[in-house]
């Protein structure tokens, strides 16, 4: 639930009500390939979890937090990125958050400059 009590375009996702390319998915969590991409390769790490974004998180919610990053890793072994890849969470209006549900954006396939911004 949002704070609007309201389901979120994530959580609708995650319950198979609205569609998406589901690329992997476990217990704890989906990743997706996102609707705008920003680089030829683009995807979403969402946990199950309505967790609203990162400055949210509670200390139980660690696990998780570690289980995003090693589902980043593994998305990136099997799409065989060993030339790089970038992880990202936009935490925010500032950053660019437009979804108020965690999600780590992967992105990859591409040279990329930093700072991004
Ligand atoms: P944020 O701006 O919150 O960090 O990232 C939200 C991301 O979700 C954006 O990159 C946007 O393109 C993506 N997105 C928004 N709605 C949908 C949707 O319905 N399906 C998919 N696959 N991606 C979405």
Redesign the pocket.
Known sequence: MNSNGGRD??QK?IDHE?P??ILMEDEQCIV???????API?V?IIPKKNIPRLAEAQESDVPILGHLLLMAQKFAQTQGLSKGFRV???NGPD???????L?I?LLAGKPMIWPPC
């Open positions: 375009i994530f996702i609205i998406a390319e997706i390939r996102d609707i705008n991409p920003g683009h979403l990202v969470i936009n950053a660019g958050e437009s979804v108020p549900h999600h954006h």
